[in-house]
């Protein structure tokens, strides 16, 4: 499954997501699996499970998120 929005995106606790992710935010609550790229601030909340590669802006990590992913980090001057 491939994801592009311009605002938010949302995964809640039952949600499972294999694929591709662009988006401005992000807050998740189920597992993803795949590439992550966020231009603004990612969200993991207790409970969320995240694999692959990331790139972010912000990282939020809520105490019991889960996080194996390879991740880098960009200034909001790259404009990625």
Do not use: P, R, W
């Not at 997501?17 to 231009?39: P, Q, R, Y």
């Not at 909340?45 to 694999?51: A, I, R």
């Not at 692959?52 to 991740?71: M, P, R, T």
């Amino acid at each position: 499954m491939d994801i592009s929005a311009y605002n938010k995106v949302i995964l809640g606790k039952e949600a499972h997501v294999n694929g591709k992710v662009l988006c401005a935010n992000a807050d998740i609550e189920g597992t993803f699996k795949g590439e992550l790229t966020v231009s603004g601030i990612l969200t993991l909340k207790t409970g969320s499970n995240v694999e692959g590669e990331v790139q972010v802006q912000k990282l939020i990590v809520e105490s019991g998120a889960i996080f194996n992913a390879n991740c880098s980090m960009h200034s909001a001057d790259d404009g990625v």
